[in-house]
């Protein structure tokens, strides 16, 4: 005998659905904002950030971290269009990007190391030492 199944409602998984997905999406010739994947992570004694920016040059990426916040800003810029042959499609995005993530007062900025190699950003953000999980010994 199978169990019964429950799955989430999904208004756009029926037929109409997919028409709505596509009203609302927009044309490929039109811009999309540019937003490059990040992973942020905790660890035990760190936050740990990669972010994926090919193409980019660390001239062109800022990182700071003020009140808890990490922000990460850039600016992918398009290269220089050649216009020989037709696009059939375009897909790579360029443009300016800024992403904020809240760490609280863990985090130890003055130790932070960041690194930009083969276009990813890596970010390593110590705990400060009062946050840093502590054992308890039992009697």
Same mark, same amino acid.
């Given at each position: 005998?199978?169990?019964?199944?429950?799955?989430?409602?999904?208004?756009?998984a029926?037929?109409?659905?997919?028409?709505?997905?596509?009203?609302?999406?927009?044309?490929?010739?039109?811009?999309?904002?540019?937003m490059?994947?990040?992973?942020?992570?905790?660890?035990?004694?760190?936050?740990?950030?990669?972010?994926?920016?090919?193409?980019?040059?660390?001239?062109?990426?800022?990182?700071?971290?003020?009140? !808890? =916040? &990490?922000? %990460?800003?850039?600016? #992918? *810029?398009?290269?220089?269009?050649? @216009?020989?042959?037709?696009?059939?499609?375009?897909?790579?995005?360029?443009?300016?990007?800024?992403?904020?993530?809240?760490?609280?007062?863990?985090?130890?900025?003055?130790?932070?190391?960041a690194?930009?190699?083969? !276009? =990813? &950003?890596? %970010?390593?953000?110590? #705990? *400060?030492?009062?946050a840093?999980? @502590?054992?308890?010994?039992?009697?």
């Open positions: 005998m199978e169990l019964l199944k429950t799955r989430r409602w999904d208004p756009m029926f037929p109409f659905g997919h028409a709505l997905k596509d009203f609302w999406r927009a044309p490929l010739d039109e811009s999309i904002e540019f490059p994947p990040m992973d942020l992570r905790e660890v035990d004694d760190a936050f740990v950030l990669n972010a994926e920016l090919p193409g980019m040059k660390k001239e062109d990426i800022t990182v700071s971290c003020e009140a !808890g =916040v &990490l922000r %990460i800003s850039g600016e #992918k *810029k398009l290269e220089a269009v050649q @216009k020989k042959g037709d696009y059939y499609r375009a897909e790579r995005r360029f443009g300016r990007f800024t992403r904020e993530f809240f760490l609280g007062k863990e985090a130890d900025v003055d130790l932070a190391e690194q930009f190699k083969d !276009g =990813v &950003l890596s %970010i390593r953000l110590p #705990k *400060k030492e009062s840093k999980p @502590k054992r308890i010994e039992l009697n």
